[in-house]
């Protein structure tokens, strides 16, 4: 048995860490087969100790574990009899079994017993009686028991549920009691022995008292278990009770909501058969097709009725699209879609009939109001055509094809109307530009009759090859006197005036007639017509330009043709369209834009002028005469100047023109001093002396800031050029003594001591007395008479600076006196050599000169 | 330039004056009606302008003189070719008055003429509060000379016109008495006298 035991402990329960207490070798009584199984009692190693029984069966392979309990789920164990190997076990239900013998049937209940006695709620024992005997067997069972090899466990044989804390405090002081005793140990343990059984008989009294009161606990948990279960019943009646009533509620519910859907959508579909029906409702019916064109409140009448029509044929914005596929829908749609058809038939051949009439009446007589130099608005037509307006804008949206097509035939019958006036118009501008003229017969005739005078730069050129001809080279600019210049430039004011009214008219009109305004609501339906311009803006351009194509063209021709006659005519043109395109009404309009591509023009045409002023100047060449006196191209400049200053005066295009000034007297400074160099018997001094004293005198009349530096320069210029002048002349009447004292000079400031110069040969007493000699006070008069008469010569009538330059020249003459006396008095001291004259006799000869003419 | 069918008759002005009295500003106020507020010592300068005098075109010609001149010489040649003077002081300085006899004396004595065009200009009447020549002087030495005399601002353009057309009109009347031989240019009378004098 033991040694089974040893297996099953190590086999078994070393692995789940149990001990084996106890085994019974058992077969179950109802079965014929006699497999050996063994009943165990295991605790585990681990605290708390739980205790288990096993059901261990020995198959080939080794001991496999059946079944196991908890040793609390024991209820009753039945010893049954000594004499049977039976016994009963009541675990979660009734076990029998039949042990191999008594002593292991007994071994175990003494175990099963022993350890049951210590749980708080033991079970039954049922026949099995402990004794004095049994109690010894288990004591040696108990060592059976027992892994022989843990000597601990053999030891603490007595305690082998472990021992709690206070047990061991308990132990400690009963040894403690006993420490000085150790000698008398048997004594000791006699004491012990003694002690331990009054303890274990007070230990099994206060069992067995608890025991009824258990018992008695135990029974009223019974029976609340079984008053609940009880409870419990009746709630399950209950609730399925309610079960039923719930899905009958539900039931209803549902019931309710579908009649609540079934209601709206009735509702719904009716609204939606109203809107189908109002939608698709259109009263007049048939009787706007006799719509009566011919009086506003037929007009008004037919727009009321052709909007409605629009109304009805717009269904698809208003209706589900479902709702189309309906057939009264498409029958309805289809009988007013054939309305809208004819409808806008009517309506585009009494718009077309009209436009023709109207470009024909329109067209018979205009020339009475073109003779006023103004364009005639067709307010008859306007009139007559605003009422339509509406229904425009409808044919527009609703038949674009039609609309497209009457756009062309206004277009194309009012075209002719512009196109004839505006070439009356032009016309009429010439007649009266040419009849004014007739005085000085400039712009009367054809360009044969015009005389190029040449005129400002033109003027240079025909001088440099006066035997040419001067036609061929002629621009001709500066043809015209200032009165005509002035006229021309009156006449194109009024015609660029009498052009904006009608056209600025014509172009609103159009705008809101054909509903062409820039971001007009419906303006992608334009693109019928015009397909590459999608805007409105682009549309009504078109529109414009095939009205007034005329206008540019004209315009162009009468400003070319007259600026062929007189360039500069470009100068008050561009000024006049500047203004033009800049007026407010004018922005953005159609008549705005052609100003202003035709002020590009003029633009062009204008720096073409100027160009060919500065390259006309570059190319000016020295008159053939004595005195070239004030070159043409600076009084041309001065001309040009007054000229333009009256045609810009504050325009808008005024930058334009000092752009050229500053290019222009860049030329004019180049020019100058380019010609004063080439100059021949005038001295270059002199040129530029009296060009820029003129220039500087028109630039301060001219006063235009932009040119203050250009005024400063000439100015500068004008006294570089009088200095150099005078220098070079000044000296002409003691030429000889002011080449003397150059040298001495020059010997001076080699480092020769001033009164050591008369040492030097050259420049020795009798050499000085020899010079002074030459020049005796009549010879000085005679050299001034003489040089007088040069600068008389040198100087022209142009610039009057005769009595400038001879005061320059008596003052330097007297320096120069002096610096001699004085150069002669340090050079020469104590010499008492003087020159033959005073400065008395030099301001007597001045006298005199002066009076002598 | 091609000769004109009528050239403008031309008249000779002189400006003369103690220095920093306003002669130049008066002629620049004339010529481009600006006033320059610095002053800078004139040496010579000549204007040249386009005028209607009495409905009829006439060019002036200017000669703005200096004020200081170390030999009152020098100026005999251009009084000898001025045909009319403004001969200006400042009414705020006594020593510029004093000036105007020693300039009257030498015009007279250059042109040997006692009835010269000659206008007394006062100038600087804005600086009435600075006044040191009165109103009465300048005006009994004017009667004494027998000229006009007349006050000008060249700062307000007060009678900057008026004195040099009054002086104009002077110079045209003696033109006319001097024997209206109109067509003969005055150059070539010159010339004449200039050729004279040399042989
Ligand atoms: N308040 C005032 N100042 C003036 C007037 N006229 C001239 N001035 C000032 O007086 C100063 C001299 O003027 P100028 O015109 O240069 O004098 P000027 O007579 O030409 O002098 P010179 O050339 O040296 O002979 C300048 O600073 C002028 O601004 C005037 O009528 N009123
Ligand atoms: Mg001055």
């Not at chain 1, 497209?404 to 277009?411: A, D, I, N, Q």
């Not at chain 1, 017969?441 to 035997?467: Q, V, W, Y």
Request: aromatic share 8%; charged share 30%; hydrophobic share 35%.
């Amino acid at each position: 048995m033991s040694g089974v035991k040893f297996e099953l402990q190590k086999e078994v329960f070393e692995s789940t860490k149990e001990r084996l207490h106890g085994v019974v070798t058992v077969q179950k009584t109802n079965r014929k087969k006699k497999i050996p199984a063994y009943l165990c009692i295991t605790g585990s190693i681990e605290r708390p100790i739980r205790f288990t029984i096993y059901l261990v069966k020995k198959t080939e392979k080794g001991f496999k574990r059946k079944q196991e309990w908890t040793l609390s789920s024991l209820k009753e164990s039945n010893y049954k009899s000594k004499e049977s190997l039976e016994f009963d076990l009541q675990l979660e239900k009734s076990y029998h079994w039949l042990a191999q013998s008594v002593e292991e049937k007994d071994a175990f209940f003494a175990l099963l017993h022993q350890i049951c006695s210590r749980m708080h709620r033991p079970p039954k024992f049922l026949n099995f009686h402990i004794d004095e005997e049994d109690e010894a067997t288990r004591n040696v069972n108990m060592a059976i028991v027992s892994v022989p090899k843990d000597t601990q466990m053999i030891e603490s044989g007595d305690e082998e549920f472990g021992l709690t804390e206070r047990e061991e405090f308990d132990l400690e002081k009963v040894l403690g009691r006993a420490e000085n005793a150790v000698v008398n140990a048997e004594a000791f343990m006699e004491q012990l022995a003694k002690e331990l059984s009054i303890l274990d008989g007070e230990n099994i009294h206060s069992i067995m008292d608890s025991e009824a009161q258990v018992n008695s606990l135990m029974d009223s948990i019974d029976k609340s278990i079984s008053q609940l279960e009880e409870i419990e019943n009746e709630l399950v009646d209950y609730e399925d009770a309610v079960t039923h009533v719930k899905s009958a509620v539900e039931k209803i519910e549902e019931e309710n909501s579908q009649m609540g859907t079934a209601a709206k959508n009735n509702q719904h579909l009716l609204s939606e058969l109203t809107n189908l029906i109002r939608a698709l409702d259109f009263p007049v019916g048939s009787q706007i097709l006799n719509a009566d064109f011919n009086s506003v409140e037929g007009i008004a009448k037919a727009t009321k009725d052709a909007y409605a029509l629009k109304e009805a044929l717009n269904i698809e914005e208003n209706i589900h699209p479902a709702l189309l596929k309906m057939r009264s829908v498409a029958d309805q749609k289809r009988r007013l879609e054939k309305f809208k058809q004819k409808f806008s038939q009517n309506l585009m051949s009494h718009l077309a009939k009209l436009f023709i009439h109207h470009g024909n009446i329109s067209s018979i007589d205009s020339s009475s109001t073109v003779q006023a130099l103004r364009l005639p608005i067709i307010n008859l037509m306007y009139n007559e055509l605003t009422p339509y307006t509406k229904l425009m804008g409808w044919l527009k949206v609703m038949d674009s094809e039609a609309y497209g097509s009457l756009l062309k035939t206004y277009t194309l019958s009012i075209q002719k109307i512009y196109e004839k006036n505006v070439r009356i118009l032009f016309e009429e501008a010439r007649t009266r530009i040419s009849g004014s003229a007739t005085t000085s017969g400039k712009l009367s005739g054809s360009t044969n009759d015009l005389r190029i005078r040449g005129r400002f730069f033109g003027k240079t050129r025909s001088l440099a090859n006066r035997e040419g001809d001067t036609e061929s080279q002629g621009s001709g600019e500066g043809s015209v006197d200032s009165s005509e210049r002035q006229h021309f430039y009156d006449i194109l004011e009024q015609v660029l005036e009498g052009l904006e009214p009608s056209v600025n008219t014509e172009e609103k009109f159009i705008a809101s007639f054909f509903c062409l305004e820039i971001g007009s609501s419906s303006s992608g339906n334009v693109s019928i017509v015009s397909p590459s311009k999608g805007s409105a803006g682009g549309e009504l351009r078109r529109i414009m330009s095939s009205l007034f194509s005329a206008i540019e063209t004209e315009l162009n021709s009468f400003l070319t043709n007259y600026e062929k006659m007189e360039a500069s005519f470009c100068m008050g043109a561009m000024v006049r369209l500047g203004n033009h395109a800049l007026k407010a009404e004018n922005t953005s309009t159609y008549i705005g834009m052609i100003f202003g591509s035709v002020l590009v023009q003029e633009k062009r045409s204008f720096d073409r002028l100027m160009n060919s002023y500065v390259q006309a100047i570059n190319d000016s060449r020295l008159p053939r005469k004595a005195k070239p006196g004030i070159l043409a191209f600076v009084t041309d400049f001065e001309d040009f100047a007054v000229m333009a200053e009256s045609i810009f005066g504050n325009s808008a295009r005024r930058s334009d023109l000092e752009k050229w000034y500053v290019k222009m007297l860049t030329a004019v400074f180049d020019g100058i001093m380019r010609l004063a160099g080439e100059s021949g018997k005038t001295p270059g001094e002199v040129i530029r002396m009296e060009n820029f004293h003129r220039l500087h005198s028109i630039l301060s009349r001219l006063k235009v800031p932009a040119l203050e530096q250009q005024k400063k320069d000439a100015k500068i210029k004008y006294n570089e050029a009088l200095n150099g002048y005078v220098t070079k002349y000044f000296g002409r009447p003691l030429i000889k003594l002011n080449e003397f004292f150059e040298g001495v000079q020059a010997k001076v400031s080699q480092g020769v001591k001033e009164s050591e110069i008369g040492y030097q040969m050259a420049f020795s007493r009798a050499e000085l007395k020899r010079v002074i000699k030459e020049y005796p006070a009549k010879e000085v008069k005679k050299g001034l008479e003489s040089l007088y008469r040069k600068v008389e010569k040198h100087l022209s009538e142009d610039e009057n600076l005769l009595q400038v330059v001879w005061r320059a020249m008596q003052e330097e003459f007297i320096v120069q006196y002096k610096s001699i006396e004085s150069l002669i008095s340090r050079c020469y001291p104590g010499s008492k050599i003087t020159l033959e004259f005073t400065i008395d006799d030099i301001l007597l000869f001045f006298s005199e000169i002066a009076q002598s003419h | 330039m091609s000769p004109k069918t009528t050239t403008p008759s031309l008249h000779k002005v002189i400006m003369v004056g103690s220095g920093g009295v306003g002669k130049s500003a008066l002629t620049l106020q004339f010529m481009y009606d600006e006033f320059v507020e610095d002053y800078e010592p004139t040496k010579a300068d000549s204007y040249r302008k386009k005028v209607v005098l009495d409905g009829e075109e006439v060019q002036i010609d200017i000669l703005d003189t200096a004020g200081q001149e170390d030999y009152a010489a020098i100026r005999d040649n251009y009084f000898r070719s001025g045909e009319g003077f403004l001969c200006v002081f400042s009414i705020t300085e006594s020593d510029s008055f004093q000036a105007t006899q020693e300039f009257r004396e030498q015009i007279l004595r250059v042109k040997g003429d006692q009835s010269v065009p000659f206008v007394l200009v006062g100038n600087k009447s804005d600086l009435e509060d600075r006044r040191k020549v009165s109103k009465e002087d300048a005006e009994n030495r004017a009667a004494e000379w027998g000229v006009p005399y007349v006050e000008t601002s060249a700062k307000t353009r007060t009678n900057v016109d008026k004195v040099f057309f009054d002086l104009m009109r002077e110079i045209r009347v003696r033109k006319d008495v001097e024997g209206g031989d109109k067509d003969a240019p005055n150059k070539h009378k010159k010339r004449k006298k200039l050729k004279c004098s040399i042989l």
